[in-house]
């Protein structure tokens, strides 16, 4: 039995004490156990004999707590218990076997009998309280793992709406969970909840958790959370009332489910779905740009969207359309960009520039300054992607789409609108090659319409990698080149090939080098057609290269009827020359006779005298002229004769320079000869000294006053063919000189450089004519061409030694 000391004069309550089924240990001012009932025996197993007058701490306290709770009986017996809450204390004590368990003491101060402070305390073992407490925190542990594994958010609160429970899914949707215990007109702000539209603030009776605490049912309410910190998400959320089987309110709870992904990617598809619409149902480039540009800002729910095209051939970009929202006044934005803007310049110029795509997720704080930014914050916009449109390597153009609010990089919607500005690439440039194609139908019917009008025969040629020339395209004038059309699939530059004249085949041949060597070039030579026919054709081409291969493309002319004018034409003038010639000489001699004889007459005075001298001279120059037309008819002809025989052609050329010092001094030209060893010439001398007489009279006609005429003899190199020698005359000087295309037309009959017509220098164009025709008549041949320094070299090669034929 427990034993309790007599506690005053209430033994009533000492009856009690030790009856009662609660443990009570009663202690003196020391410390040591006054009073152990029954109750205390049976909980800690020590009887009330072993107990009582022993230190209270000696008994129930573990070894490790025992100067811990030594203290803390002496601040209670200093203090009172108003120093624990509600004069209560939960310790850890030990029984006398040593188990350890959990108690609630309820203590009470007093006095005994002698006035010394006292301590009652009634002691409760709460183990079974600390096992149930354990099993409810498992349990809660438990819940919040599962509700934290949910991929649904779920937020509880008590009856007067503050947040009791709220899983890992919610957490994430801030970076900093508000106050659970704001009230719920301040639910909106802060937990920055707003309509679908993202811009709307809920009402506080909106707000899903405070319709379920108002007994409502929520179901698929679709929100924005906003959080200035991080992503705006997209929910749809549930919320039910917490209600007992009485009726009774405990709170509510709701579940929230991210949809962003979802919606973005329905946001996505419908874009997609928006532009292949807009382009399928396009008349034009233009209008389906601008409905591509149009779908694409309405399903991301963005305030704005316009395109850039790019005109390469200016370097220049154009604004060529533009969306924005209907109910959105963007003027400051539109009205302030240029319509154009360059490589580099603005937002546009950049992406066209870099090739990439530009994402400013906040214009405001975006550090770099150009004109599109201040028009854009202006207009009240925050936010701009600009993305380039592409047909392989090259951008055709600039998208950009701009929003009010600040926009986080994401990179699966940069990757979706590189697909729709690829699918708009591909639609420009199929459109882009149908126009082409329909401008090069209509380019090529004119063409065809316009070649079928021609006399010619228009041509494309393809050269080979072998050198060869393939036949691409053939006008409808074929056959004025051969006669008839040649047969399907027939190379027409091969044919030519196979037909072109034997004697003209150089002239082919150099022709086509022309061409391969990637040099316009022109040529005529007879052509043997397929009806057997002859024909002489003029034919020009052009090179050219596309894609890396070379094409020609040429004209080729039936001049057939030319050359038989030309050579009738030639063939009477000649045959005129002759005529008139002959006929002048009759008449001249007798003139020349009749002024001699009046010269012979005595008493002629001064002015008689000189008018029969001017009649003497002008008659003697219109004999040389007839002479010279005789001499060239007769060579054309073949009927005049060559006496060659061994000649000197060292004096033969001193003795023309002689003749001819008189004139050159008169002009105070410098005349001279250079002399060199040379092989024996064969020569009739009088054609030569022609030959001599011709050139320089030429050399000092052209040359003006203080000039220099050199004529020089010398010895060619051997000749790669005939393994001969050859005797040189030149004839240099320091003249107005030729202009360098018309040295080949130089030896032509009646022909005169334009250089001297411009100085005004008379001449018939015929000695040079003559010149050569002796020269070619001895089997010699004759050049002229520019001076070094400035002037005309004429160079004059005979056989050595060589038999000329007459």
Request: charged share 25%; hydrophobic share 40%; proline share 4%.
């Amino acid at each position: 039995m427990g034993s309790v000391e007599r506690l005053g004069d209430a033994p009533e309550l000492q009856a009690i004490l030790e009856n009662a089924h609660d443990a009570f240990i009663s202690l003196d001012d020391v410390g040591r156990v006054r009073a152990w009932n029954a109750a205390t025996e049976q909980l800690f197993g020590w009887s009330a004999e072993e107990a009582l007058g022993r230190s209270v701490i000696d008994l129930i306290a573990p070894a490790a707590l025992r100067d811990r709770y030594d203290r803390g009986l002496r601040v209670l017996y200093e203090h009172g218990p108003s120093v624990l809450p509600g004069h209560r204390l939960e310790l850890t004590v030990t029984d006398r076997a040593g188990r350890e368990f959990p108690i609630e003491m309820a203590l009470q101060t007093g006095t005994d009998a002698r006035g010394a402070l006292v301590v009652h305390a009634f002691v409760h073992d709460i183990s079974a309280r600390h096992a149930a407490q354990r099993e409810l925190e498992a349990e809660r542990i438990f819940l919040q793992a599962l509700l934290d594994s949910l991929d649904v958010g779920v937020v509880a609160c008590d009856h007067q709406g503050r947040a009791t429970v709220v899983n890992q899914m919610v957490r994430q949707l801030y970076r900093v969970m508000p106050d659970p215990r704001i009230d719920q007109e301040s639910w909106p702000q802060a937990y920055h909840l707003f309509t679908p539209d993202g811009h709307t603030l809920l009402r506080p009776e909106q707000v899903p958790l405070a319709r379920a605490l108002a007994g409502e049912c929520v179901d698929g309410q679709h929100l924005m959370i906003c959080p200035p910190e991080g992503a705006a998400h997209r929910c749809l959320v549930n919320a039910r009332p917490i209600t007992t089987a009485d009726g009774q309110r405990l709170g509510a709870v709701l579940a929230v489910r991210d949809i962003t992904s979802q919606h973005r990617a329905q946001v996505l598809r419908d874009a997609q779905h928006a532009v292949a619409r807009a382009l399928a149902e396009a008349s034009g480039s233009e209008q389906a740009v601008t409905g591509a540009v149009a779908a694409v800002t309405q399903a991301l729910g963005w305030t704005y969207g316009e395109y850039w095209q790019v005109a390469h051939e200016q370097q220049v970009m154009t604004r060529t359309s533009s969306w924005h929202l209907p109910d959105r006044d963007l003027e400051p934005f539109v009205g302030e960009q240029s319509a154009v803007v360059r490589r580099g310049q603005g937002l546009p110029g950049m992406v066209w520039d870099r090739g990439q795509a530009e994402w400013i997720c906040d214009l405001q704080a975006d550090a770099r300054s150009f004109r599109l930014k201040q028009a854009a914050l202006q207009a009240g916009l925050r936010a701009a992607i600009a993305l380039p449109v592409r047909s392989d390597r090259q951008v055709l153009g600039v998208l950009i789409f701009c929003a009010d609010t600040v926009q986080q990089a994401d990179d699966e919607l940069i990757d979706l609108l590189d697909g729709i500005c690829a699918h708009i690439g591909r639609y420009l440039e199929r459109r882009r090659a149908e126009e082409l194609a329909l401008d090069l139908a209509e380019s090529r019917r004119h063409f065809d319409q316009v070649i079928s009008q021609l006399d010619d025969n228009v041509w494309t040629t393809e050269i080979t990698p072998d050198g060869q020339l393939r036949s691409m395209f053939e006008g409808s004038n074929v056959a004025a080149v051969l006669g008839v059309e040649p047969p399907e699939g027939v190379n027409v530059g091969m044919l030519l090939t196979e037909r072109v004249h034997p004697e003209d085949r150089a002239v082919w041949d150099g022709f086509r080098a022309e061409l391969i060597a990637g040099r316009p070039a022109q040529g005529e030579c007879r052509v043997i057609g397929l009806d057997g026919v002859t024909r002489w054709i003029w034919m020009r081409g052009t090179p050219r290269r596309e894609g890396g291969r070379a094409f020609v493309d040429g004209i080729s002319t039936d001049v057939t009827e030319r050359h038989r004018l030309a050579e009738e034409r030639d063939r009477m003038k000649d045959e005129l020359v002759a005529l008139v010639s002959h006929e002048l000489r009759n008449p001249i001699g007798a003139i020349r006779g009749y002024v001699e004889m009046l010269l012979d007459t005595p008493g002629l005075t001064g002015v008689q005298r000189m008018f029969a001298d001017v009649i003497d001279r002008t008659s003697a120059h219109l004999l040389h002229l007839s002479d010279n037309l005789l001499d060239l008819a007769r060579l054309d002809a073949g009927h005049i004769t060559v006496d060659a025989r061994p000649v000197s052609l060292t004096r033969l050329v001193r003795q023309a320079v002689a003749d001819h010092r008189a004139a050159a001094e008169a002009k105070h030209l410098s005349i001279g000869i250079e002399t060199h060893l040379h092989p024996p010439v064969h020569a009739d001398p009088l054609r030569l000294r022609q030959v001599l007489d011709n050139l320089l009279s030429n050399a000092i006609k052209y040359t003006p006053d203080g000039g220099t005429v050199t004529l020089t003899t010398g010895s060619s190199g051997e000749d790669a063919d005939t393994g001969e020698h050859a005797a040189v005359i030149a004839v240099a000087d320091t003249g107005i000189g030729i202009p360098s295309e018309q040295y080949g037309q130089l030896f032509s009959r009646f022909f005169r450089a334009s250089s001297a017509q411009e100085a005004g220098i008379k001449g018939t164009g015929l000695g040079l004519a003559i010149t050569k025709a002796i020269v070619e008549a001895h089997g010699g041949t004759i050049t002229a061409g520019p001076r070094e320094g400035g002037g005309t070299l004429v160079t004059v090669r005979l056989p050595a030694a060589a038999a000329v034929p007459s």
